[in-house]
């Protein structure tokens, strides 16, 4: 199966091609610029297919020659597409969201190639214990999240070797809320509104200074 982009020009174009036969084609030439229609049109494209990224063999594009904003959009949404394909599977995912003090909110995963296989319960834990608890890893560890490059800078220097995921894949978004929710939703796990409640995971400040002038009184 193949995947194949064109962005040289002033249209865009997305097809699906298996065993040279054309599955699906996807073309626009509305004057928008590429970057804001080439990725919602594979999106589209593999949704009205029934297919997934995982399902597909060869990402192939237009390299030139042609127009040099077009090209740099369609090589970097190639190299975004398959980057978690060639990179993940075998991998520790570190998720770490920054909670400051030294901390992060952060769960690990591990990409088997199929799925995500939960390693950890979401947690915040010190930037110190995190690094303490990966040194037992040996897989190549990818770090997401808004605390990513705090995580990355604190524990490479530490002799840990990590991998920034790409920043259009780093950070936090609705689309990762979207995939969980797809998830639970095939366990049958899904809560009604009114059992939903925020998950800290770590006391608020005003608590944490209730209970230290509490300690102090004693």
């Not at 970097?76 to 995912?93: D, Y």
């Not at 770590?202 to 509490?214: P, T, Y």
């Amino acid at each position: 199966m193949i995947l194949a982009l064109e962005s040289s020009a002033t249209a865009c174009s997305a097809a699906l091609c298996r065993d040279g036969e054309l599955v699906a084609q996807s073309y626009q030439n509305s004057g928008l610029t590429h970057s804001r229609t080439l990725l919602p049109m594979v999106r589209d494209m593999l949704a009205n297919s029934q297919l997934t990224l995982d399902q597909v063999d060869v990402i192939a594009v237009a390299a030139g020659p042609g127009s040099f904003t077009g090209l740099r959009i369609g090589v970097a949404t190639v190299k975004g597409l398959a980057w978690p394909l060639a990179h993940m599977a075998g991998s520790l995912i570190v998720c770490a969201m920054d909670a400051r003090r030294k901390q992060v909110y952060n769960a690990l995963f591990l990409a088997t190639g199929t799925g995500l296989e939960r390693l950890t319960p979401d947690r915040a834990i010190s930037l110190e214990e995190l690094g303490a608890e990966l040194k037992n890893y040996e897989n190549s560890k990818i770090v997401v999240g808004d605390g990513a490059k705090l995580c990355y800078n604190t524990l490479t220097e530490e002799g840990i070797p990590m991998t920034l995921a790409p920043e259009h894949l780093r950070m936090q978004s609705a689309w990762g809320v979207a995939r969980a929710a797809e998830e639970l939703a095939a366990r049958g796990e899904l809560v009604k509104g009114g059992a939903l409640v925020p998950q800290y995971h770590r006391l608020s400040q005003a608590e944490r200074e209730r209970l230290a002038r509490e300690k102090s009184q004693q």
